[in-house]
């Protein structure tokens, strides 16, 4: 594996950059092969240059997909998480989106990719506290909610977000959970969530809460979310199981400046 010179033409977000490789291939991307590491010279917006390493790697050409029906045999007649993004993308389609990590991520992209979605490809746990510190920020936006869209399993990781958003009570905060009791993106294994009521846990927060089992009622529940005062969580059941849809491979550095220039626009032109 040879060490090579390089000057990155494109932003990065330093870090985050070389840390994406090794995570990646942790996140479910079965077949992903090292090829080699370079070193580059990193321009982080113009502001600072360093020196990094990038590691390269490829990419199978689709993700693996499968369900687990011995994990759950009821979840075959739960709705499928591409369905409910097409809910989530519906109902917000101008107010900022922040994908969780994962097939929802590729999910959510497959589905055509917008400027008000930030999709944290892999970056596990953050969504909710990304999407805390937005809601706060923007409080005087003109943006309805500032939606985290999280798996059960990244919000186990970082409960203390509902915790923070019940103390703070942003208005703009919505935290939208699509719970299939399983790591689905790297292989179905199980969560607490088969016994664990997320929705309960966010209630004792002080967060107002809906609980949904089918698509119709979860529709209905984000139109109520958007336009309730404080702070909520919209939890549905998921079937196990993701789609056979393309990898997101860009830069996140690529993907948070997409997205941030959709905020930057929108508060100027909307404020
Ligand atoms: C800190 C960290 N740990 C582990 C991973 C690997 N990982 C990526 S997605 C995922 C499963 C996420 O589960 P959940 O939030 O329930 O979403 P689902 O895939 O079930 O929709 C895991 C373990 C990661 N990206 N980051
Ligand atoms: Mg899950």
């Not at 409960?159 to 719970?179: H, I, Q, W």
């Amino acid at each position: 594996m040879g060490v090579k010179s390089a000057t990155m033409k494109r932003p990065c977000q330093h870090s985050r950059a070389i840390a994406s490789s090794p995570n990646l291939i942790h996140s479910g991307l079965a077949g992903a092969r090292d090829v080699g590491t370079a070193r580059a010279k990193c321009s982080d917006w113009g502001l600072v240059e360093r020196e990094i390493t990038v590691r390269t790697i490829a990419l199978p050409p689709t993700p693996p997909c499968y369900t687990n029906p011995t994990l759950q045999p009821e979840g075959a007649m739960r709705p499928r998480r591409i369905e409910a993004l097409q809910s989530i993308l519906q109902a917000f389609p101008e107010d900022p989106l922040v994908l969780t990590c994962g097939a929802t991520s590729r999910e959510a992209a497959s589905l055509g990719r917008r400027d008000n979605c930030l999709y944290v490809v892999d970056s596990m746990g953050l969504v909710g506290p990304i999407a805390l510190g937005l809601a706060l920020g923007l409080q005087g936006a003109p943006f309805r909610k500032v939606v985290a869209v999280e798996g059960d399993g990244g919000l186990l990781m970082d409960l203390n977000c509902l915790a923070t958003a019940g103390y703070l009570k942003p208005d703009k905060f919505l935290m939208v959970v699509l719970d299939n009791e399983s790591y689905a993106s790297t292989g179905g294994q199980p969560t607490y969530t088969t016994n664990l009521d997320l929705t309960a846990i966010a209630t004792a927060c002080g967060l107002r809460t809906w609980a949904c089992q089918e698509l119709e009622p979860f529709a209905q529940a984000l139109q109520e979310a958007r336009e309730a005062p404080g702070p909520g969580l919209v939890r549905l059941k998921l079937a196990p199981g993701n789609e056979r849809v393309p990898y997101l491979t860009e830069d996140p550095a690529v993907l948070r400046h997409t997205f941030e220039t959709f905020l930057r626009s929108a508060v100027a032109g909307r404020g």
